[in-house]
């Protein structure tokens, strides 16, 4: 990257925290970023290289947006930063939380078959399309070391008990009516990621 390519890259983060900060202005402190502005920075820090950077917008993101769900390609990033910043504990996490937002990224991260369970996708970001405009892949020089770790993580006995009893989870969800059962069921989901360690 060229240095007139790397200014042009910070000087887009600047002007996106500069909307967001007139945004939250607009609306008596509070966001509203209908835009969905707030998912941009992740993927430029991540072109950057930048992965403090990356991690300090992180936090600002959980300070300011704590009970946003997030974005699956914001979630493989925080991911991707996470790793970066030799955090592999929260790394797993966020891992799992990606995959529990999206099955199917990581399978095209690493340039893999998608493995299709028949269960429940509530909204279009848990569906395979959304992988159609998903650029991450094994293949980068900046990720190679991301795809080896991750790799082994989708293969670990450790990820495998968890994501069998989502994916198991799901597919319930998909058939069990609105009631006590599928309450179980999402607050068992849920429980998942708060129990990880």
């Known amino acids: 990257m060229t240095p007139r390519q ?9 002007k996106i925290r500069q909307a967001l900060s007139a945004d939250k202005r607009r609306w008596g402190g509070v966001y509203d970023d209908s835009h969905g502005l707030r998912y941009v920075p ?3 820090f991540l072109q950057l290289q930048d992965y403090n950077g990356a991690i300090k917008y992180f936090k600002w993101f959980d300070k300011n947006f704590p009970d946003d769900s ?5 979630l493989f990033e925080w991911t991707v930063a996470l790793f970066k910043s030799d955090d592999i504990k929260g790394a797993e996490k966020k891992a799992l939380r990606t ?3 999206n099955t199917y990224l990581f399978d095209k991260s690493l340039n893999k078959q998608f493995l299709r369970f028949d269960k429940y996708e ?10 159609d405009s998903f650029e991450y892949s094994k293949d980068q020089t900046d990720l ?5 770790w991750i790799s082994k993580f989708l293969t670990s006995d450790k990820f495998y008990n968890i994501a069998n009893e989502f994916v198991d989870i799901e597919r319930k969800l998909k058939t069990e009516p609105t009631g006590q059962t599928r309450n179980a069921l999402v607050k068992r989901r849920y429980s998942l990621l708060d129990n990880y360690s």
């Open 144 to 148: 190679l070391d991301f795809a080896d």
């Open 122 to 131: 509530g909204s279009n970001w848990e569906q395979s399309s959304l992988a």
């Open 6 to 14: 790397t200014e042009k890259i910070k000087n887009k983060i600047t």
């Open 70 to 74: 997030c974005f699956p390609i914001f």
């Open 42 to 44: 992740p993927g430029l």
């Open 99 to 101: 995959f529990f937002s």
